[in-house]
């Protein structure tokens, strides 16, 4: 296991923007200088699916060992999920999303692809130190992707891509240049980047204490048994908290906007 956080994190950040170029850009953007620290990571999500060998507490295992604890369980029943969150007492460092897609609740089909993937899996792979930024650990056709993907937009890009940061998210709190995600999308948008629309560009609000918006994902080549294709790979996430009655910023999630921002990654 890794013995600290943020060498975890700058292994996920390095294997995100490989497929995730636009990270770089976004990070010129919204920085107030050169210097790129300033951007802090409120979240990064992962995605799994709920077999023995690969179960969200297999995933979460890692953060546990760093001292992350579990905080709140979420249920997507249109998109078959359930989710998990993690902090760490060190408010500085990111909060974990970790969800698990419920592979009995697909077709035979879909199950029999899922399980065949799961199955190449080396039985321990999970405790690996790198696990989590390791990629896929099977070999997965271009049919067998489309096939997940008519039913399951999540069941696909998994497939596809494996274990890794699926995305990171700025935290609008913490921006010199804004703190309001009104002005971060309009940057975004000014600067030719496209917006996830679903639901609204701003999934959530005051209201609920947390509004979110995210890109659409980049693409990626990604390497099929026997061909490569470009695909959707990962995007980036925009969040602003707000304060709750009792004065302390909200720290958990919104099921309702989670739920349109897992569609980040549809092909448009």
């Known amino acids: 296991m890794h013995s600290n956080v943020d060498t975890l994190f700058e292994n996920l950040w390095e294997d995100y923007v490989d497929i995730t170029p636009s990270a770089y850009k976004i990070h010129e953007l919204l920085a107030d200088s050169e ?25 979460a295992a890692h953060f546990l060992a760093l001292g992350y604890e579990e905080k709140g369980n979420y249920d997507f029943e249109a998109k078959k999920l359930d989710a998990k969150h993690f902090e760490h007492p060190d408010e500085t460092k ?15 089909k879909a199950q029999k692809i899922i399980h065949h993937l ?12 790198n696990f989590l930024y390791s990629g896929k650990h099977w070999t997965v056709s271009k049919a067998e992707y489309d096939m997940l993907l008519e039913e399951s937009e999540y069941a696909a890009w998994l497939a596809a891509w494996g274990f890794r940061a699926n995305h990171f998210t700025v935290s609008v709190n913490f921006l010199k240049k804004t703190q309001e995600l009104t002005d971060v999308n309009q940057m975004l948008k000014d600067a030719g980047f496209t ?26 080549y990604v390497k099929f048994e026997a061909e490569s294709k470009m695909i959707p790979s990962c995007f980036y996430e925009f969040a ?12 958990g999630f919104v099921a309702a906007s989670a739920d349109k921002i897992f569609e980040s990654t549809n092909a448009k």
């Not at 210097?35 to 995933?59: C, G, Y």
């Open 94 to 108: 990111p909060k974990v999303f970790i969800s698990e897609l419920r592979v009995q609740d697909l077709s035979e």
């Open 35 to 59: 210097n790129d620290d300033e951007i802090v990571n409120d979240h990064v999500a992962f995605r799994t699916f709920n077999l023995p060998k690969t179960s969200l507490d297999k995933l």
């Open 195 to 220: 917006l996830n629309d679903s639901g609204g560009e701003i999934k959530g609000g005051e209201s609920v204490y947390l509004a979110q918006s995210s890109t659409m994902a980049d693409h990626a």
């Open 240 to 251: 602003q908290r707000y304060k709750m009655p009792d004065g302390k910023y909200y720290k």
């Open 118 to 129: 799961v199955e190449q899996m080396d039985d321990d792979a999970v405790k690996a130190d």
